[in-house]
């Protein structure tokens, strides 16, 4: 659409204005294709959505129906039911537009008259809109899409908006608001724990307006439109440097040529040998050689460097084991579909089950335990992994309840420092471990011994370390007695975490059931009860 002046009048005088060809049929469909397919790699496997800005109403109502039909042909194509495929095509688009006294009014031309039925037929009224805002603001709710011309260019914060398809003129403030909004920041949380984070928004333009950017935001401050807009060519110059950067540390360390778990190592023997400063440098920049590759994707630009990628992604995780003795977060904050490419890739190689760090009730947890028969390299891999996985379990369970297992987090850490020290042999480190793991077994099932719930035995414990030479039967009666009023608590009012008033109504009552039972040190003891309590029983709050 980016055509001369002379040409644009020339149109003009034949009738054919901007907006006629915009609403071409087959330029509308195979520009709903597009967004299909671009929004399918971009958006869908996060979670987030995106808006659809076109000419007009008429055109508003001509991408609906286009976009249904991709959409709802590509579900009956993976399997999905016709009926089926076409409702939930039709549930995921949403149209916000104003409507118009000519909108229900009979007409001749039957094209005229299919567009004023779809106008009548997907107009929104004042409570429907502010409902489909809502759900489109939500994780997890539909519309995926929303379709304007005029209405939510301005004003309308959705930052789980990730793309805005433009196949509008906007010009200045509209131009500059239209993407000020796009790249609103926004965090969505996993069920595993992980967060997906969307730094910035993508403007895909169909109809030109962002190659005359510059002209179109002049009349701002430069400071104030400064990096408004890159161009994509930008991020996969971008790319070309991250990558070029992270490579020159690998080779500087000499890890190049090695598979990821013997660089892994071998970076951990660099940074115990005094080049610690060397790691954190090539951490760094692994890290920004695979963010903007992610942010790049799904862009075939980055295809030459997907192998790179998942060695140097496998490579971090490895390498954080080994030299932090702790787990590396970044793969839980990669989109869906590098976290899918990233564990198909360490599947394949053989390396999920160094990796992969289970949980203390894993049946396979206690593997690593026997020593008998194991060569000192698999030995100290054992020791690495075990390493991570108790300082994430201990670091859980003090999250819960510092008072009842501080103590577990410090023996990880005292008998990682031994190893690290050369006090303690990878064999002799394991053996300690699979003591310190029986034990913090045999914490988590006491309270079934004393016929308590898990939470008062918390509670037990928190008063325990406070008043430890207190009768140990008052003490647990109390428990029992304070963790009934909170249960009560979480049953009546739900949200009682964030009532001030109510808190306070619940601190009185634990004063005195401290009191009844002739145990001291109430302030402090209702402090750390408290603390507990608001994520023990209102955790859902």
């Known amino acids: 659409m980016d055509l001369p002046d002379d040409k644009r009048e020339e149109l003009k005088r034949k009738d054919l204005t901007l907006a006629t060809i915009a609403k071409h049929p087959e330029r509308i469909r195979l520009i709903a294709l597009d967004i299909w397919e671009h929004f399918k790699a971009v958006c869908q496997p996060d979670g987030f959505k995106a808006q659809i800005v076109v000419v007009d109403r008429e055109a508003v109502i001509l ?22 495929a076409q409702a939930k095509a039709n549930a995921m688009i949403a149209c916000v537009y104003s409507k118009s006294q000519e909108d229900n009014k009979p007409a001749e031309n039957p094209e005229v008259a299919a567009l004023r039925a779809g106008l009548e037929a997907h107009y929104l009224d004042d409570a429907a809109e502010k409902e489909v805002k809502k759900r489109f603001k939500a994780v997890g709710q539909e519309p995926s899409f929303l379709i304007v011309c005029d209405k939510l260019l301005t004003g309308f914060d959705a930052p789980i908006e990730h793309v805005m398809y433009l196949d509008k003129p906007l010009k200045e403030h509209n131009l500059l608001q239209a993407i000020a909004r796009t790249n609103r920041t926004c965090t969505i949380k996993l069920p595993d724990g992980g967060e997906i984070e969307k730094p910035n928004g993508r403007i895909v333009d169909y109809i030109g307006v962002t190659s005359h950017l510059d002209e179109a935001l ?26 070029a950067r992270y490579r020159a540390q690998k080779r500087a360390m000499a890890l190049e040529g090695m598979e990821e778990k013997a660089a892994a190592y071998a970076a951990a023997k660099l940074a115990a040998g005094g080049r610690e400063d060397d790691w954190f440098d090539l951490q760094r920049l692994t890290r920004i050689f695979i963010k903007v590759y992610a942010d790049l994707s799904p862009d075939p630009a980055i295809l030459e460097f997907t192998a790179e990628a998942k060695w140097a992604a496998a490579f971090v995780r490895l390498a954080t084991q080994a030299i932090s003795k702790d787990e590396s977060l970044d793969h839980k904050s990669y989109s869906a579909k590098i976290r899918e490419m990233l564990e198909q890739h360490v599947h394949v190689t053989g390396l999920s089950t160094t990796i992969r760090l289970r949980n203390i009730t894993d049946p396979n947890f206690a593997d690593d335990f026997a020593t008998e028969g194991k060569a000192e390299p698999e030995l100290q891999e054992a020791f690495v992994r075990k390493s991570a996985e108790l300082r994430r379990i201990t670091r859980e369970l003090v999250d819960k309840n510092p008072a009842q297992y501080g103590r577990f987090s410090e023996r990880v850490l005292e008998i990682i420092r031994r190893f690290e020290e050369g006090q303690l042999t990878a064999a002799d480190g394991l053996r300690e471990f699979e003591g310190l793991t029986g034990d913090i077994e045999a914490e988590r099932g006491a309270h079934a011994e004393l016929g308590m719930n898990e939470n008062a035995f918390s509670i037990l414990r928190i008063i325990e370390a406070i008043v430890p ?36 109504s619940l601190r009185q009552q634990v004063r005195r059931i401290l009191t009844e039972h002739g145990i001291g040190e109430t302030k402090v003891i209702r402090e ?3 603390e507990f309590a608001v994520h023990g029983y209102g955790g859902a709050a």
């Open 63 to 84: 991408y609906r129906a286009a976009l249904s039909a991709v959409m709802a042909a590509d579900l009956e194509r993976g399997g999905m039911d016709a009926e089926d």
């Open 218 to 243: 002049k009349s701002y401050r430069t400071e104030d439109v400064e990096n408004a807009m890159r161009d994509i060519a930008i991020l996969r110059n971008d790319l070309k440097e991250a990558h």
């Open 469 to 504: 030479d207190s009768d140990h039967a008052t003490l647990q009666d109390a428990a029992i007695a304070i963790g009934a009023i909170y249960a009560e608590a979480a049953a009546t009012q739900p949200a009682f975490a964030h009532m001030e008033a109510y808190l306070r």
């Open 528 to 530: 750390k009860v408290e």
